[in-house]
């Protein structure tokens, strides 16, 4: 396994870190005071996952202002997916689509 | 092991149509009709034709048509060049249409990765997709 592997699943086997990386994922960017609100853990906590969560590229921050915006870097997730389940995915999805323009072709 | 067949992976992903083998050959040949349930493209089906498949996040593919054997076959290459090798993808998509008593039997095969080939960028969304639903079911379980 490379090294960015063990970095990845290093970073994301905390269960406090990976909700915290699935909530920006699901919802977008938000600041460490939205995150907070809701991690059940204390502001200087979530800051420190989210220093990691950076180091290990998995999220970007943005400073607007007194504000620090945190946004989910999907990419770095890449080395994780593995190529044949994703283009089988790719696929099954494809013929979805296909199914549906099949129907609504004449003839 | 080295060997060159050894390093080559294919996916399969085959279903049944209920129309027949002609109606499943226009939406693979005809580029409006590709563009509705693949990519944007300007596809020609003539062996030899160069065109390209353009992703909805932004990536080209680069194809050239291999196989035109109407109603029954066709395939192309479906490459991706990136400056980054992990990106890099050279393979090769066949369709296969074989009739049935109630439509038709649609395979597609891709194959000829590269041995470090860990992901198809083309594969993306559903790529993503599939990696969300896998953590939230992790998450779901660790909760």
Not at chain 1, 49 to 57: M, P, T, V
Not at chain 1, 61 to 73: A, C, F, L, V
Not at chain 2, 45 to 59: A, Q, T
Not at chain 2, 101 to 120: C, I, M, N, S, Y
Request: hydrophobic share 35%; aromatic share 10%; charged share 30%.
């Amino acid at each position: 396994m490379s090294k960015a592997h063990d970095v990845l699943f290093r970073t994301l086997a905390d269960p406090t870190r990976r909700a915290i990386f699935e909530r920006l994922c699901r919802e977008g960017e938000k600041t460490v005071g939205d995150l907070t609100a809701r991690a059940g853990v204390s502001q200087p906590v979530v800051s420190k996952h989210l220093g990691i969560l950076k180091r290990a590229g998995l999220v970007r921050d943005r400073h607007e202002g007194r504000q620090t915006h945190y946004s989910p870097q999907l990419k770095a997730l890449a080395p994780l997916i593995d190529w044949t389940s994703q283009m089988t995915g790719f696929w099954e999805d494809r013929f979805d689509r296909l199914e549906n323009l099949l129907k609504r072709m004449d003839q | 092991m080295n060997d060159r067949a050894a390093d080559t992976r294919s996916v399969v992903v085959e279903r049944e149509f209920p129309y027949p083998p002609e109606k499943l050959w226009r939406a693979l040949t005809q580029p409006h009709l590709i563009e509705e349930w693949l990519m944007k493209n300007d596809f020609v089906p003539v062996v030899g034709h160069r065109f390209n498949l353009r992703g909805d996040w932004g990536g080209v593919l680069d194809c050239e048509v291999l196989e035109v054997e109407p109603h029954k076959t066709l395939s192309y290459t479906w490459n991706f060049a990136h400056d980054d090798a992990a990106y890099n993808l050279q393979s090769v998509v066949t369709f296969t249409l074989t009739p049935t008593h109630t439509g038709t039997h649609l395979r597609v095969e891709q194959k000829g990765f590269r041995p470090d080939q860990k992901q198809a960028y083309g594969g993306a969304h559903a790529g993503w997709r599939q990696f969300l639903e896998k953590l939230d079911q992790v998450v779901a379980r660790a909760e």
